[in-house]
């Protein structure tokens, strides 16, 4: 008889593609950035502010986000999401001439939009797994990856034909389309089909389903009481922000070498390409060697690469950099739920999660504004990169503390 495939893996798949919309319209601003710079006569805090104050507001409203999709429709949520983040970019395509009104645009409705998918649906993810969390996690998330590899590169084939303008009115309506399809695959927990995580065979008591540990957890004011929470909340925020340096960035430094657009927006792309081996391979590493020693490793791995950016002057130096930039930080991106679901279950994960990520949000300011801003005082990209590599073992000693200071139980 054939094998029924167990619906936990629809839910990845919907989350999968919705990630890759949302983020593939998001870091496809890499590929607009020198189009906007010309159209608007700006510098590159100036862009690179859009960017960042679009991220922080999605990662704070990720928090109320996470929090709600406890209680209510996750496929909602999502649906709602995916239509602010299609307005979004279509508004913005109608700014004018207007630098304010754009940021204004794109920032608010964009940030919104990505806040109302992105934390429910990676949150709904982890409460369909258990055994198999870390693999079902980097399958969702490498959504993230490929939506950054797609995304700039399309939107740089895209304005080879027509305007920016244009482009972003061609990403409204792709990612409307595509995106309510998505959000409709996310059912919120395997008990409402009445299943059981991982697939696995469901009790003769049927009462036996609701009991499961995967329900387990604490509350968000439990876990910020603790110090556990705050060392991981610095090591997710110090390790992001070079993360948003080499996304928002690394096409300006290839195109200041000289190299062609075509060639900076496929760096941006290769840092997707990147991600996705990241999230699929790295996350079945982390179910066999434990998912905070993987996250140690790869957050000291983040700070030579960070130097090899330094010190490249051309393409292909910068394509192996992007790469292995990419996985690396794939593998820490797919790895933080599952660090978070162990330390502090999954019964309150969405609030929890919500929270954590407001780090991610404050280090696109520092990735992207106030990297910008260093580079048009001091005229070089060296400072911000290699600050970014320092803080990404200051990322990792942060992590070695949370698991120091833990007195949790692992949840399952």
């Given at each position: 008889m054939k094998r029924k495939i167990f619906a936990g893996w629809f839910v990845v798949l919907g989350a999968h593609v919705l990630l890759a919309l949302i983020f593939g319209g998001a870091y496809s601003f890499g590929a607009f950035f020198s189009r906007l710079q010309a159209s608007y006569g700006a510098g590159n805090f100036s862009v690179a502010s859009a960017f960042s104050l679009s991220a922080l507001i999605y990662y704070t409203v990720g928090a109320f986000a996470g929090a709600l999709a406890d209680r209510f429709s996750t496929r909602?949520?999502?649906?709602?999401?995916?239509?602010?983040?299609?307005?979004?970019?279509?508004?913005?395509?109608?700014?004018?001439?207007?630098?304010?009104?754009?940021?204004?645009?794109?920032c608010c409705l964009t940030g919104l939009g990505i806040g109302l998918v992105y934390v429910p649906a990676v949150t709904t993810v982890q409460r369909w797994f258990i055994r198999q969390r870390s693999k079902a996690s980097g399958l969702t998330l490498a959504g993230t990856g490929l939506g950054t590899f797609i995304g700039p590169v399309v939107a740089g084939l895209l304005m080879q034909h027509f305007s920016w303008p244009v482009t972003m009115r061609i990403f409204s309506l792709v990612i409307a389309v595509f995106g309510l399809a998505a959000a409709f695959l996310l059912h919120p927990r395997p008990a409402?089909?009445?299943?059981?995580?991982?697939?696995?065979?469901?009790?003769?008591?049927?009462?036996?389903?609701?009991?499961?540990?995967?329900?387990?957890?604490?509350?968000l004011g439990e876990a910020v009481r603790g110090a556990t929470f705050w060392w991981f909340f610095a090591a997710i925020l110090l390790g992001s922000v070079c993360l948003f340096l080499g996304l928002v960035h690394i096409g300006p430094f290839a195109s200041g070498l000289g190299i062609a657009p075509a060639g900076a927006n496929l760096l941006i792309g290769l840092i997707g390409a990147g991600n996705v081996g990241g999230r699929l391979f790295l996350g079945p590493v982390g179910d066999r060697i434990g998912v905070v020693r993987l996250l140690s490793i790869l957050l000291l791995l983040l700070a030579p690469l960070n130097l090899l950016w330094l010190f490249s002057a051309a393409f292909w130096p910068l394509a192996l950099f992007a790469v292995l930039f990419g996985i690396a930080n794939g593998g820490c991106i797919s790895l933080f739920p599952a660090v978070a679901a162990g330390w502090f279950g999954t019964a309150r994960l969405g609030a929890i999660l919500g929270a954590l990520y407001i780090s991610v949000g404050i280090a696109a300011l520092g990735g992207g504004s106030l990297g910008g801003l260093m580079v048009d005082l001091s005229g070089s990209y060296s400072l911000p990169i290699a600050?970014?590599?320092?803080?990404?073992?200051?990322?990792?000693a942060c992590l070695l503390l949370a698991r120091r200071n833990s007195n949790l139980k692992m949840y399952p």
């Open positions: 909602l949520l999502a649906g709602g999401g995916i239509l602010l983040l299609a307005s979004g970019f279509f508004a913005a395509s109608l700014a004018g001439s207007s630098l304010q009104l754009f940021i204004l645009l794109f409402a089909l009445g299943l059981l995580p991982d697939g696995e065979a469901v009790p003769a008591d049927p009462a036996h389903v609701l009991a499961r540990p995967a329900a387990a957890g604490m509350a600050l970014g590599a320092g803080l990404n073992l200051l990322a990792a």
